[in-house]
């Protein structure tokens, strides 16, 4: 942003608040996810996630470069939970699993009723090693040397893929509608603030 056109720099300069839900500046654990990839057309997208990423390094170390402004707080959210992952079904599981079938009775007839599997393509399954995708270092890397602070870098007890899925008084969100709060009372306080009070921000 910093080198971008006057309407870039004017947006950077005027964010006030970056939240970071679980994202991997550092990389994450893509072992599972390599089966389910391979061969589409996102694998190299995929790849590019992992670990020891050179792609990831070099975004982070620009971003921190190229957005500078003290006038925006950086929050990162990380989860604390374990993931299904997935894992290639064996030749006896696969042929169990296409069998899998019983017969009824129903209104006199007979019906042919086929089970429904969680098996995905080429034999996939979501019963693999449950695994944390994205650590906490990798998640909270992308915050700027002043956000080392405990309070820039905050638990959320849920698994990767459910991160921001809140539902009424949850109390996960309730600690994201704090965050938010606080990012918007420092710079606005509540007599200035463009809203009449954070309280707006209902759950």
């Not at 970071?20 to 654990?29: A, E, L, T, Y």
């Amino acid at each position: 942003m910093a080198d971008g056109d006057q309407r870039d720099q004017a947006y950077a300069k005027a964010t006030r608040g970056i939240l970071f839900f679980g994202v991997p500046s550092q990389g994450m654990d893509i072992s599972s996810l390599r089966t389910l990839v391979r061969g589409q057309p996102n694998e190299f997208l995929i790849s590019n996630l992992r670990e020891d990423s050179d792609v990831l390094r070099r975004q982070t170390r620009d971003f921190r470069q190229k957005f500078p402004h003290e006038s925006c707080r950086i929050i990162s959210f990380y989860e604390t939970e374990l993931s299904r992952t997935a894992r290639q079904a064996s030749l006896s599981e696969v042929h169990l699993m296409r069998s899998s079938w019983r017969t009824i009775a129903f209104q006199g007839a007979s019906l042919l009723i086929f089970y429904c599997s969680t098996q995905g393509p080429h034999g996939l399954e979501m019963t693999g090693e449950p695994t944390v995708l994205v650590t906490q270092a990798s998640a909270t890397c992308g915050s700027r040397a002043r956000e080392s602070e405990l309070k820039y870098t905050q638990p959320i007890e849920r698994s990767h893929s459910e991160l921001v899925k809140f539902y009424p008084r949850d109390p996960c969100y309730a600690l994201v509608k704090y965050m938010m709060s606080d990012v918007i009372e420092a710079f606005y306080p509540s007599s200035q603030t463009p809203m009449s009070s954070t309280s707006n921000l209902k759950a």
